[in-house]
């Protein structure tokens, strides 16, 4: 089964590769960025890999307060 998009290396990345970065495929074949953030759920999809979600650059833990002046 092949995967209908241009990949971003010219080849499909390994699992590591792809839950480590968040563009999957080459970003010149899309003219709206709706339809890239589509088409990269469907390759995260397809390579078995979980879909990033929009706060996966905050951090888990909640920060500490600044020290009272």
Do not use: C
């Not at 990345?13 to 010149?28: C, G, S, V």
Request: no cysteine.
């Amino acid at each position: 089964m092949t995967f209908r998009y241009r990949w971003k290396n010219g080849a499909p990345p390994t699992r590591d590769q792809a839950a480590r970065n968040a563009n999957l495929l080459d970003e010149n074949q899309f003219t709206h960025p709706n339809d890239q953030q589509i088409a990269e759920e469907a390759a995260r999809k397809y390579l078995g890999v979980p879909a990033q979600i929009p706060d996966d650059s905050k951090p888990v833990l909640p920060q500490a307060a600044p020290p009272p002046q």
